[in-house]
């Protein structure tokens, strides 16, 4: 008998002693049952302009603060002093320029 057979008999055995231990379990009345929680319902809200969420307007625009910015500032804005969000991808990752046909 090689290994891996001993391996699957002892498995399939441990197998078989739990089921037989589950059912003897479940023979002898040894069963608890779970309680159901209540049903969860959602708070009220009035319907007021105060309370309520706002409302939702198609094409609208959403509010940022501050104002996003771009990570490599303009030529312009780099001489005014303006420093770039991210700093420089290293020699290596830069691809040389596309050549055009």
């Not at 040894?30 to 969860?40: D, F, I, K, L």
């Not at 309520?52 to 501050?66: D, I, L, M, V, Y």
């Not at 991210?86 to 290596?92: D, H, T, V």
């Amino acid at each position: 008998m090689t290994i891996g057979v001993a391996i699957g008999v002892a498995i399939v055995v441990a197998g078989l002693v739990l089921s037989g231990v589950s059912l003897m379990q479940l023979a002898h009345g040894q069963t608890e049952m779970a309680q159901v929680s209540q049903p969860q319902t959602a708070p009220s809200v009035p319907a007021s302009d105060q309370n309520g969420p706002a409302e939702s307007k198609p094409g609208g625009t959403r509010p940022t603060t501050p104002a996003p910015e771009p990570a490599r500032p303009d030529a312009d804005a780099q001489k005014a002093g303006a420093q770039p969000a991210l700093p420089s991808a290293p020699a290596e990752k830069i691809a040389p320029p596309i050549k055009t046909k």
